[in-house]
Nanobody, 125 residues
């Protein structure tokens, strides 16, 4: 499985940015997808997850109301729309693919099985 994230960059506080992640190697539409991030000196943290059909979405409290996860199964792509960005959103963002159809709230790493190379998001104040 290969996961290629893109769309990161340097923006100002309050701006918007959309990340994309294209997956290959498995039937994309069968699996949950997630976005995670890791800021310098901090542990990797969950940002958002989406079930195989897109019908179920889960967000970290820190991004609820500002970030939106979506997917296009025809394009094997998952997106993260980030609005009202804050300096504390600065991190390397990673997309991941689950081992099943739904995000697991009780498993380590929310049930993610495959990880992509991250894309840097920097938000200046």
């Amino acid at each position: 499985v290969q996961l290629q994230a893109s769309g990161g960059g340097l923006v100002q506080a309050g701006d918007s940015l959309t990340l994309s992640c294209v997956a290959s190697g498995r039937t994309f539409s069968n699996y949950a997808m997630g976005w995670f991030r890791q800021a310098p000196g901090k542990e990797r943290e969950f940002v958002a997850g989406i079930s195989w059909t897109g019908g179920r979405k889960t967000y970290a409290d820190s991004v609820k109301g500002r970030f939106t996860i979506s997917r296009d199964n025809a394009k094997n792509t998952v997106y993260l729309q980030m609005d009202s960005l804050k300096p504390e959103d600065t991190a390397v963002y990673y997309c991941a693919q689950g081992g099943g159809s739904f995000i697991s709230m009780t498993s380590g790493d929310y049930g993610m099985k495959f990880w992509g190379v991250g894309t840097q998001v920097t938000v200046s104040s």
